[in-house]
């Protein structure tokens, strides 16, 4: 079943709101006539009145965060699906009584507008809004009519789009196939083809090389005389969302070692093939997927630039589109109660869109009528399909793929993703105090973490991944107990040479193998340098819901080059690069692109830098 982001509904969030306060008093303006007209007709107390006003205040809330909106009394169908959706996510899934009280009480409350005259809105939008009560007791959005296009007319108009351009450029680059890193990435000598494809001038960096902002001409495709280094295709978002797009929509298949297309990639390039519409169709719906949903939601800024951006992609298909000041004005985007920085990710969100043809930004937002019934299966999936594993918040967006790429490695006989799997109901998460140390080093390379507790291993795999700077090329490994003990890895690896292959990684949080203090595992990196990081429990701390998942407090020591020969080929390498006399000096500070002068620290660490990383990827 398709998965859809979780947003904190107003029931959810730690402090008052600009939308909860204004709903507060837009309600609290018809409270009085609320209360005598259920007095008058249900013949019920003030008391019972007011405690069926209180779903209806969450639920304005969220009706002035889905629309541009400061009436309780005048609601647009599509905002008030989304608002209605959003009130009974607030609830706990297993609270049937809570969740059934909520719907009734705004079905009581849409009532007594029409029924007093208090609805200040049309007709038309009453039926609709009214329409929502009566569909089984679920809450949906009304469905998007798609215009009616011949289809060579819808295939012109999706074929048109920057985005399709972009995916044959991508398929035609990759050919018979391409190498990744152990966790589905592209390798770094791949990164400058594949960039380029989607309309972006990067490149995979020698280790450590700084990042840079991302150049874009005016048609945003790449600048050619502005060529920058990234160290990951992680640090590549365009990239990385046609990534996870590609094989949400099995256009590729993704080996432990090679990704390379499927016959539908073939269907998509052969001119004329009769598949190729429903495999463009399938791919555009995926892509937004991931555009719109594919981050994680640690931030409340995401969340709410988000939920703006599905109601502004579900009025853009409907005959009351948000005029494009909605994106720019700042009343109106505190009338949609974004602050700052959610605005300036909305209206990136958008403009990228728009630089893909998926959606117009003229005097009001609209979509091409060829890439409607896209947006209409996003929009219509995002509330009405449930995520296969509530306990799994990092799942996949509608089967697209974590969009930072980390999923195990799959093998080529086992092509298919794995169903995810229920994890065992475990208590509230809560956090944990990790030191994580590389074993050998001189002088010692250690981080000290806070980790939620639920975070699975093949997470905790992607955090130290990022707080040692390695690059996923090669196969790793947790272990407890020490050897011959249990292993963990990545789902389908191979056994360690005595017949028994780990278990699946993604299975087991790092809270079930660490209980105590002073409990500890090992995660090895790489089977030939043998990078054995040892991960020791130093504390348990209560969870605080306002903090980021994954932190870093402390550390010391450069992350060592990838493939330099362990800790003994790295106090080599160290020793080379800061002695001009040594006569591999010149070798290595190619090799590590090192600027004339640099000196190489091996104690440097910047704990400001890995903590932006990992908010990002958490």
Same mark, same amino acid.
């Given at each position: 079943?398709?998965? /859809?982001?979780?947003?904190?509904?107003?029931?959810?969030?730690?402090?008052?709101?600009?939308?909860?306060?204004?709903?507060?008093?837009?309600?609290?303006?018809?409270?009085?006539?609320?209360?005598?007209?259920?007095?008058?007709?249900? #013949?019920?107390? &003030?008391?019972?009145?007011?405690?069926?006003?209180?779903?209806?205040?969450?639920?304005?809330?969220?009706?002035?965060?889905?629309?541009?909106?400061?009436?309780?009394?005048?609601?647009?169908?599509?905002?008030?699906?989304?608002?209605?959706?959003?009130?009974i996510s607030g609830y706990d899934e297993d609270d049937e009584d809570g969740i059934t009280f909520a719907f009734a009480a705004i079905h009581v409350y849409v009532e007594f507008l029409g029924e007093t005259g208090a609805w200040t809105g049309t007709?038309?939008?009453f039926d609709a809004v009214d329409e929502l009560f009566h569909m089984d007791g679920e809450a949906s959005l009304p469905e998007i009519v798609a215009p009616t296009l011949m289809e060579e007319e819808e295939l012109a108009g999706l074929a048109g789009?920057?985005?399709?351009?972009?995916?044959?450029?991508?398929?035609?680059?990759?050919?018979?196939?391409?190498?990744?890193?152990?966790?589905?990435?592209?390798?770094? /000598?791949?990164?400058?083809?594949?960039?380029?494809?989607?309309?972006?001038?990067?490149?995979?960096?020698?280790?450590?090389?700084?990042?840079?902002?991302?150049?874009?001409?005016?048609?945003?495709?790449? *600048?050619?005389?502005?060529?920058?280094?990234?160290?990951?295709?992680?640090?590549?978002?365009?990239?990385?969302?046609?990534?996870?797009?590609?094989?949400?929509?099995?256009?590729?298949?993704?080996?432990?070692? /090679? $990704?390379?297309?499927?016959?539908? $990639?073939?269907?998509?390039?052969?001119?004329?093939?009769?598949?190729?519409?429903?495999?463009?169709?399938?791919?555009?719906?995926?892509?937004?997927?991931?555009?719109? =949903?594919? !981050?994680?939601?640690?931030?409340?800024?995401?969340?709410?630039?988000?939920?703006?951006?599905?109601?502004?992609?579900? $009025?853009?298909?409907?005959?009351?589109?948000?005029?494009?000041?909605?994106?720019?004005?700042?009343?109106?985007?505190?009338?949609?109660?974004?602050?700052?920085?959610?605005?300036?990710?909305?209206? !990136?969100?958008?403009?990228?869109?728009?630089?893909?043809?998926?959606?117009?930004?003229?005097?009001?937002?609209?979509?091409?009528? &060829?890439?409607?019934?896209?947006?209409?299966?996003?929009?219509?999936?995002?509330?009405?399909?449930?995520?296969?594993?509530?306990?799994?918040?990092? #799942?996949?967006?509608?089967?697209?793929?974590?969009?930072?790429?980390?999923?195990?490695?799959?093998?080529?006989?086992?092509?298919? /993703?794995?169903?995810?799997?229920?994890?065992?109901?475990?208590?509230?998460?809560?956090?944990?105090?990790?030191?994580?140390?590389?074993?050998?080093?001189?002088?010692?390379?250690?981080?000290?973490?806070?980790?939620?507790?639920?975070l699975t291993l093949e997470q905790m795999h992607r955090v130290i991944q990022m707080s040692f700077e390695w690059l996923g090329y090669h196969l790793h490994e947790f272990r407890v107990g020490g050897w011959p003990g249990t292993s963990y890895g990545?789902?389908?690896?191979?056994?360690?040479?005595?017949?028994?292959?780990?278990?699946?990684?993604? *299975?087991?949080?790092?809270?079930?193998?660490?209980?105590?203090?002073?409990?500890?595992?090992? =995660?090895?990196?790489?089977?030939?340098?043998?990078?054995?990081?040892?991960?020791?429990?130093?504390?348990?701390?209560?969870?605080?819901?306002?903090?980021?998942?994954?932190?870093?407090?402390?550390?010391?020591?450069?992350?060592?080059?990838?493939?330099?020969? #362990?800790?003994?080929?790295?106090?080599?390498?160290?020793?080379?690069?800061?002695?001009? $006399?040594?006569?591999?000096?010149?070798?290595?500070?190619?090799?590590?692109?090192?600027?004339?002068?640099?000196?190489?620290?091996?104690?440097?660490?910047?704990?400001?830098?890995?903590?932006?990383?990992?908010?990002?990827?958490?």
């Amino acid at each position: 079943m398709a998965k /859809k982001t979780k947003h904190k509904s107003a029931a959810q969030r730690s402090v008052t709101s600009v939308s909860d306060l204004r709903a507060e008093r837009a309600v609290d303006a018809v409270t009085p006539a609320f209360v005598e007209w259920c007095r008058q007709t249900e #013949g019920g107390r &003030a008391e019972e009145a007011l405690e069926i006003l209180r779903p209806v205040k969450r639920l304005v809330a969220a009706y002035f965060q889905a629309s541009p909106s400061s009436e309780a009394t005048n609601f647009e169908p599509g905002p008030f699906g989304l608002a209605v959706a959003e009130t009974i996510s607030g609830y706990d899934e297993d609270d049937e009584d809570g969740i059934t009280f909520a719907f009734a009480a705004i079905h009581v409350y849409v009532e007594f507008l029409g029924e007093t005259g208090a609805w200040t809105g049309t007709e038309e939008n009453f039926d609709a809004v009214d329409e929502l009560f009566h569909m089984d007791g679920e809450a949906s959005l009304p469905e998007i009519v798609a215009p009616t296009l011949m289809e060579e007319e819808e295939l012109a108009g999706l074929a048109g789009t920057g985005l399709a351009r972009r995916l044959e450029r991508l398929l035609l680059w990759l050919g018979d196939g391409r190498t990744v890193t152990s966790t589905g990435a592209l390798r770094l /000598k791949e990164i400058e083809g594949a960039a380029a494809a989607v309309g972006v001038a990067a490149r995979g960096a020698a280790r450590n090389a700084k990042r840079e902002p991302l150049p874009m001409d005016d048609l945003g495709d790449a *600048s050619p005389e502005a060529m920058v280094t990234v160290n990951s295709m992680n640090q590549v978002p365009m990239l990385v969302k046609f990534w996870a797009a590609l094989e949400a929509s099995d256009l590729i298949e993704i080996g432990s070692t /090679k $990704a390379w297309p499927t016959p539908l $990639a073939e269907e998509f390039l052969e001119p004329g093939h009769p598949g190729g519409l429903e495999v463009l169709r399938d791919f555009m719906a995926k892509f937004l997927a991931v555009a719109i =949903y594919g !981050e994680n939601d640690w931030d409340p800024a995401v969340t709410q630039a988000s939920m703006a951006q599905t109601a502004a992609l579900y $009025a853009a298909c409907t005959e009351k589109p948000f005029p494009v000041e909605v994106l720019t004005d700042p009343a109106k985007l505190q009338r949609l109660d974004l602050d700052m920085y959610a605005a300036a990710i909305l209206q !990136e969100r958008m403009d990228e869109l728009a630089e893909l043809g998926l959606v117009t930004l003229d005097k009001v937002i609209t979509v091409p009528p &060829a890439v409607v019934p896209a947006v209409a299966a996003v929009m219509q999936g995002a509330l009405t399909d449930g995520p296969d594993d509530a306990d799994d918040p990092w #799942g996949d967006p509608w089967g697209a793929g974590p969009l930072l790429p980390g999923s195990p490695a799959r093998q080529p006989d086992a092509p298919k /993703k794995q169903p995810s799997r229920k994890r065992k109901n475990l208590a509230p998460a809560h956090i944990l105090q990790l030191k994580v140390m590389l074993k050998g080093s001189k002088p010692p390379i250690w981080r000290r973490l806070l980790v939620r507790s639920d975070l699975t291993l093949e997470q905790m795999h992607r955090v130290i991944q990022m707080s040692f700077e390695w690059l996923g090329y090669h196969l790793h490994e947790f272990r407890v107990g020490g050897w011959p003990g249990t292993s963990y890895g990545p789902a389908g690896g191979d056994d360690d040479g005595f017949g028994d292959p780990p278990l699946d990684e993604a *299975s087991v949080t790092i809270g079930e193998l660490l209980t105590a203090e002073k409990d500890s595992i090992t =995660y090895t990196y790489d089977f030939g340098d043998d990078w054995v990081h040892a991960i020791t429990l130093e504390k348990t701390l209560p969870h605080d819901a306002g903090v980021p998942a994954v932190r870093c407090t402390g550390g010391r020591g450069r992350g060592p080059a990838e493939d330099c020969g #362990g800790v003994w080929g790295w106090a080599t390498v160290v020793e080379a690069v800061n002695d001009p $006399a040594h006569e591999e000096h010149a070798e290595y500070r190619e090799w590590l692109g090192m600027d004339d002068g640099e000196r190489l620290d091996p104690k440097a660490f910047d704990k400001e830098e890995l903590n932006e990383e990992l908010v990002e990827m958490y």
